[in-house]
């Protein structure tokens, strides 16, 4: 069954750190673009991170980057987020996904994500 | 960033109703979009990617088109297990933005 499992949420101040954790099975792990999207109420869905297959390139929403760093462990099938200068406004359910690629022309797109773990939540408050 | 905005926001249908919600995007993203469902207590649910392809194990009551722009999602007999939310996600470029979302509730 192709299956992640998101773990390492929890409350902690603003300001604080969390590393979230992804454990993936029953696909070929490091076949695959991963991502991290967050949900909250008031903001609805919003895309976090993603890190390539081989862990070389990766990309971040604006308003965490140079406080989050996305990373992989391919011989764990395991993915991760490190967050430091957490913020309030960083309280959500966090999901990791896995990229879903489709064939167009001679090349490979991106179609969305097609496999999401249940989520992992993180509030930040004092 | 490109911007999705959804209408409408929430919709009452009831059972056997067709039901048609929009994206539309801050500029143009060509086909590059999907439509997830989300149920619940549940994580999103891929049904919809490059505008008009059903995801695999997706019922054919569900259908998309649409490029450029503008976007619709289609449910022909909504079913008491399509009562969720809808939402689109452009894959354009970064950040891979959401739509707000399209409730859809039981009248």
């Known amino acids: 069954e192709v299956q992640l499992v998101e773990s390492g949420g929890g409350v902690v101040q603003p300001g604080g750190s969390l590393r979230l954790s992804c454990a993936a099975s029953g696909f070929t792990f490091d076949d695959f673009t991963m991502h991290w999207v967050r949900q909250t109420p008031g903001k609805g869905l919003e895309w976090v991170s993603l890190i390539s297959w081989d862990g070389g390139s990766t990309d971040y929403e604006e308003s965490v980057k140079g406080r989050f760093t996305i990373s992989r462990d391919n011989s764990k099938n395991s993915l991760h987020l490190q967050m430091n200068g957490l913020r309030t406004e960083d309280t959500a359910l966090y999901y990791c996904a896995k990229g879903f690629f489709y064939s167009e022309s001679t090349t490979f797109v991106p179609g969305g994500m097609d496999v999401w773990g249940r989520g992992t939540t993180v509030t930040v408050s004092s | 960033d490109i911007q999705l905005t959804q209408s409408p926001s929430f919709l009452s249908a009831s059972v056997g109703d067709r039901v048609t919600i929009t994206c539309r995007a801050s500029?143009?993203?060509?086909?590059?979009l999907a439509w997830y469902q989300q149920k619940p207590g549940q994580a999103p649910k891929l049904l919809i990617y490059?505008?008009?392809t059903l995801q695999r194990g997706v019922p054919s009551r569900f259908s998309a088109s649409g490029s450029g722009t503008e976007f619709t999602l289609t449910i022909s007999r909504l079913q008491p297990e399509d009562f969720a939310t809808y939402y689109c996600?452009?894959?354009?470029?970064?950040?891979?933005?959401f739509g707000q979302g399209a409730k859809v509730e039981i009248k």
């Open positions: 490059a505008a008009s």
């Open positions: 996600q452009q894959l354009s470029s970064y950040p891979q933005t």
């Open positions: 500029q143009g993203i060509s086909t590059y």
